[in-house]
């Protein structure tokens, strides 16, 4: 509630005594995730369930409950202080260096992050690569190896599609989605639309703020942010189905068990998987529009003369560029590979933090076919690293995996979901997912629960054909 409230309402002079107080809160938090008495009391509970199956949701508890005090425990107090004094000082550093353009700024401290990254992998433990390590916090099991094999095919793919769509000399005129979009009008648009879609707002709200998120306080308390552009239809609305994805996924998780990990969320890539389909596969579908474009339009008469079929080639417009929040569907994942490949090579050695720039722009021409004009809207654009967040990255592409392959296996339980959508029915997918991926909670490891809902561990195909034939059919390939 204090991390939701710094991000929306709080006064701008409130920052030191906010800080202050989340320093508390979470060491107190600390202090009980880390106690013996939890570890014993793991132990205890272990010795009166030890005839549990190992798939059952009990053993599942007594797993997880396991890996979360190990997680606080393994790493030396004196290295998280570390980490977070330095972070602090560096998250300054990049600011500056970003908006002087002078990655110089960021180096030391960069080199610092690097550092005391290897020695969180070395604390925490791995078999093969220490980002094995890194990666294991935000999605469990997955490994460095695992994630090339599914990572390489995928990204072929992509730098082969996105050539097409540049040499289809078909170029989408995204015009449309520029004009009046009065906020208070996107507004009253959000709610209606994530409400209609299954976001309960008598357990949850949504609000504004600069930088859109999701935060479930529990499943009757869920808070959603976006923010709005008077001048631009294309963020807004897209923003809040997605944290509107994300929410429904905290809504969705088992009441009785809050405080579980059969009552949290299994990991970020699942996570993601949620938004990005309710935000893409749903929310720039044929379907959907069919049901909610003649709303639209009665709103906003900036599209009142713009056709259905213009407006969804609009929003569904594919161009490469340089910074990654803003971009579209397909080149997202670029972005991602890009900094995948860059953190294997920084955090093993192979890549000198020095060298950083240079990386960065060499290969990003490779990808896009661009060559960033500056470090800013180069390898200074995003806080992650200088936040000391190795590992994270990956789990958006992920999401987008895993999105694929389960609305495929909606998609073949439920019959014909876009002809659902057009008639304004959401609630056969929401319940679907509620069912099949919120209430598991943290019972299986993310690649088991994609496995156990769609029949197949997370590969690279699905997310690839429907990719394909999306665009295949916007850009006339
Ligand atoms: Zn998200």
């Excluded at 496995?451 to 054909?465: C, F, H, N, R, S």
Aim: charged residues 25%.
């Amino acid at each position: 509630m204090l991390g939701w409230d710094q991000e929306t309402y709080m006064p701008r002079e409130a920052a030191e005594l906010r800080g202050n107080q989340l320093a508390m809160i979470s060491g107190l938090h600390h202090r009980r995730q880390a106690a013996t008495e939890f570890r014993d009391l793991i132990g205890a509970a272990d010795d009166e369930n030890a005839d549990a199956a190992p798939d059952s949701v009990v053993a599942a508890n007594l797993r997880e409950a396991r890996r979360d005090y190990e997680l606080a425990t393994k790493v030396p107090a004196a290295l998280v202080e570390e980490k977070a004094r330095t972070t602090t000082l560096a998250r300054r550093a990049w600011a500056e260096g970003r908006e002087a353009n002078d990655f110089a700024r960021f180096c030391p401290w960069f080199e610092k992050i690097i550092d005391i990254a290897r020695r969180m992998a070395d604390a925490l433990g791995y078999d093969e690569h220490p980002y094995d390590a890194l990666l294991d916090k935000y999605e469990q099991g997955a490994t460095t190896a695992q994630l090339q094999q599914l990572f390489a095919p995928l990204r072929d793919a992509h730098v082969d599609l996105v050539a097409r769509i540049q040499d289809s000399g078909r170029p989408v005129d995204a015009s449309c989605l520029r004009g009046a979009f009065p906020a208070d009008q996107q507004d009253a648009f959000a709610r209606e639309v994530t409400k209609a879609i299954g976001f309960d707002y008598d357990r949850g709200r949504l609000d504004t703020t600069v930088h859109p998120f999701c935060m479930g306080v529990g499943p009757t308390d869920v808070r959603l942010t976006t923010r709005y552009d008077p001048s631009f239809f294309g963020d807004g609305l897209f923003s809040a189905l997605h944290e509107a994805g994300h929410g429904m996924y905290e809504q969705g998780v088992r009441r009785d068990d809050f405080g579980l990990p059969s009552g949290q969320s299994c990991s970020l890539g699942i996570h993601e998987s949620q938004s990005r389909l309710w935000e893409n596969l749903v929310g720039r579908s044929r379907g959907f529009w069919t049901h909610f474009y003649g709303t639209a339009q009665k709103r906003f008469a900036s599209l009142s003369g713009v056709s259905l079929d213009d407006f969804l080639r609009a929003i569904n417009e594919v161009r490469p560029s340089f910074i990654r929040v803003d971009a579209d569907e397909v080149t997202y994942n670029l972005h991602v590979f890009l900094r995948f490949e860059l953190e294997l090579a920084l955090i093993s050695g192979d890549l000198a933090v020095a060298d950083l720039p240079d990386a960065w722009n060499e290969k990003f021409e490779q990808s896009f076919r661009l060559r960033p004009p500056n470090d800013a809207k180069g390898c200074l654009q995003d806080i992650h690293w200088s936040a000391g967040l190795f590992g994270y990255f990956p789990t958006y592409t992920l999401g987008n995996v895993y999105a694929a392959q389960i609305y495929n296996k909606a998609r073949a339980e439920l019959g014909d979901l876009e002809a659902a959508f057009a008639r304004g029915e959401f609630t056969p997918l929401r319940s679907w997912l509620n069912r099949e991926i919120h209430e598991r909670g943290r019972q299986y490891l993310p690649h088991r629960l994609v496995e156990k809902v769609t029949g197949a561990v997370p590969q690279p195909q699905p997310l690839i054909d429907q990719l394909e034939s999306k665009y295949g059919a916007v850009y006339g390939l």
